[in-house]
Structure formats: structure tokens, C-alpha cells
């Protein structure tokens, strides 16, 4: 309430094990917050190959929250979220143990996503365009980027310009480039820019 200055603890870790690990406003209805937990084996150091808890839901701001799991979102090992700018019910969540999550209900319910990416592998990072919707970037555990243009049903691999063992750890479109410009972060290398949508990323 005062822009950073202090904090109040609104919602504490469920488990030992687990921890908060993502969380997303909605940017259509911002008193709706969504929020991953992930698994550890110690204090701060993510294992992907540990359960967690799924995600949860607020639908007041932040002020009170309850578990939005079903099927496989009950020990998913949460590692990002994304909300559709548009609509708030539509969200994906990356996972380490279930690959990508999709809801349409607003958390209700979950479906895993396929289409084109590898179902084995561990989803570290993901970002949505803000000006269009049906443009989806997905990061891997050393397996670079995938990217979606028709909202997330059908996707490939965009590695041009990355290692093809890149783990790429954030995604971030630029708001004010229309969606064309993307930066990502790669644990092994460093910081890569593309300029068509992370169709490549240029060296």
C-alpha cells in the first residue's frame, strides 16, 4: 500500500519443501492473482525433479487465497505463470515435473499442453506477448526456446542464435516494440535479444 516501503506476509509457504516460486496478475482484472509453488531440497535452491504444490488463486488482490489444483496442477512444480492480457481465465503454468499447464476456467481445471514440445523436459520461464495473445515463448531446461503463434496449441523449437543447451531462465517482451522485441536470460551464456518475436535471436 505504500509502493514497496514495507511489507506485510499475506500468505505463508504451505510446506517445508515447497516455496513460492512464480506469481501473475491478471492484466484485465488485477484483483485476480495467481501464484506457483515449487519444490526444493534446501532453502532457496529449486530441485526439478521435486513435487510441489501447484498454484493458487486470489481473487481480492491478494488478501486471501485457495488452491486452484486439479489432475496433474496438484503437485506440479510451478516455475512461471502467464496470464492472457485479455481474458483472465486463460493462463499457462510452466512446470519441472509436468511440462506446460493450460487452464481456460480461470484455474478450475488444467490440461497439459503438447503440440510440439517435448513432454520429458522441465519448463523454466514463459512470456505472452502483450499486444498479441497468441504469441507464447516457453523456456527450457537446457533445451532452449519454443515459441507458440496460435495460443499455445502448436509450438517449435526457435533456437536459431542460442545453444541448443541453453536453460533459459526469463522471458521478457519489450511492451513498447509491439511484441517484436524479446530478451531472454540463459544461465550458461548470458542475456539474448531477438527482433521478430523470438523467431531468432540474432549473435
Excluded at 545453444?163 to 524479446?182: H, L, M
Amino acid at each position: 500500500m505504500d509502493g514497496g516501503h514495507s511489507w506485510d506476509l499475506v500468505f505463508p509457504s504451505p510446506s517445508d519443501m515447497t516455496a513460492f516460486r512464480a506469481i501473475a496478475f491478471s492484466p484485465s482484472d488485477p484483483l485476480i492473482v495467481y501464484a506457483g509453488i515449487g519444490g526444493h531440497f534446501n532453502v532457496g535452491v529449486w530441485d526439478s525433479a521435486t513435487a510441489g504444490e501447484g498454484v493458487y488463486v486470489s481473487r481480492d488482490g491478494g488478501k486471501r487465497w485457495s488452491p486452484a489444483n486439479r489432475g496433474l496442477a496438484e503437485d506440479a512444480n510451478v516455475s512461471d505463470l502467464v496470464v492472457n492480457p485479455s481474458d483472465a481465465r486463460i493462463l499457462f503454468a510452466a512446470t519441472t515435473n509436468h511440462g506446460l499447464l493450460r487452464s481456460t476456467d480461470g484455474a478450475v481445471s488444467w490440461t497439459q499442453v503438447s503440440g510440439g514440445l517435448p513432454a520429458a523436459s522441465p519448463i523454466l520461464s514463459l512470456a505472452v506477448s502483450p499486444g498479441d495473445p497468441s504469441v507464447l515463448l516457453a523456456g527450457m531446461e537446457r533445451g532452449a526456446v519454443y515459441r507458440s503463434g496460435d495460443g499455445g496449441n502448436s509450438w517449435r523449437r526457435t533456437a536459431s542464435g542460442l545453444s541448443p543447451e541453453a536453460s533459459v531462465t526469463d522471458i521478457v517482451f519489450d511492451p513498447n516494440q509491439s511484441g517484436r522485441v524479446v530478451y531472454l536470460s540463459d544461465v550458461f551464456s548470458g542475456v539474448f535479444r531477438s527482433l521478430d518475436g523470438g523467431l531468432t535471436c540474432p549473435s
